[in-house]
């Protein structure tokens, strides 16, 4: 699933496209992309048409695009391969286009959500005082954000008694990291995944979001991470970061720091890559 980088990667082309339009039509094309919003497809096109589209939002991996003349917004459920793009009016439909959004200026261009297997979906939520979805409340501040607290993170960490690439993942506690990122900042930080977080000391909780920070910046900067021509930007253009992954994907190579073979392990029905030289795994 797309992490914090690939999500803002997709923000930032909404806010440049689809900021400050104005809706004046929507069609939705399959019932599943709506599915979150209880209402139904007829009342998600009758809300959101004849509103203007304010500043595209994001914290963590969950995308909104607030409605500029009332507190509630459009929420993006991008799932496993949900695509919002910006495509030409004459455009051709794509396969497996679910929903179309139309603007009321001469533009000549339209918001489409794409999305394969239709896990994904849009729908539309009530905003707090902070702007953010009412179904969002739980969900921490990610790395990338300024008013994330450093200390209270760490202080957290070492409460939940959890491990550390366990705790990474959970997004009630830092938002926006996902596994691949997780395993290219533990490798960065030579943790292993299964360390304890009661053990981790502030110097090492510091290093640790740097890393994570570095690692989705570079990733920022080459588009995010696109293994297949699911994850792309609103153009359709994929990422190149997985070209610079140290650790995530690649089983039996050698680790480009000490060359000992990295190796994969089943978690949590998904895989953790690591070098087994550079992060020792904890005693007992």
Known sequence: MPELPEVEVVRR???????????????????????????????????LTGH?????????????????????????????????????ESAPDEKHLRIRIRFADAAGTELRFVDQRTF???????????????????????PLDPAFDDAAFHTALRRRRTTVKRAL????????????YADEALWRTR??????????????????????????????????????????????ESGYFDRSLDAYGREDEPCRRCGTALRRRPWMNRSSYFCPNCQRPPRG
């Open 13 to 47: 082309g909404l806010q440049r496209w689809a900021c400050g339009r104005t809706v004046a039509a929507v069609e939705v094309l399959h019932p599943r992309a709506v599915r979150r919003h209880p209402a139904g497809a007829a009342d998600f096109a009758a809300a």
């Open 52 to 88: 203007p589209l304010g500043a595209a939002m994001r914290r963590g991996k969950y995308l909104w695009l607030p409605l500029g003349d009332q507190p509630r917004a459009v929420l993006a459920h991008l799932g496993m391969s949900g695509q919002l793009l910006i495509q030409p």
């Open 120 to 142: 994904g979906g849009l729908s539309l939520h009530d905003t707090g005082p902070e702007g953010l979805p009412d179904v969002m409340a739980h969900i921490a501040r990610d």
């Open 169 to 180: 993942l959970d997004q009630s506690l830092i938002s926006g990291v996902g596994n691949i």
């Open 191 to 236: 943790l292993h995944y299964e360390r304890p977080t009661a053990t981790l000391t502030r110097p090492r909780t510091a290093e640790l979001l740097l890393h994570i920070r570095e690692v989705m910046n570079e990733a920022l900067a080459a588009g995010g991470t696109s293994f297949d021509s699911l994850y792309v930007n609103v153009n359709g």
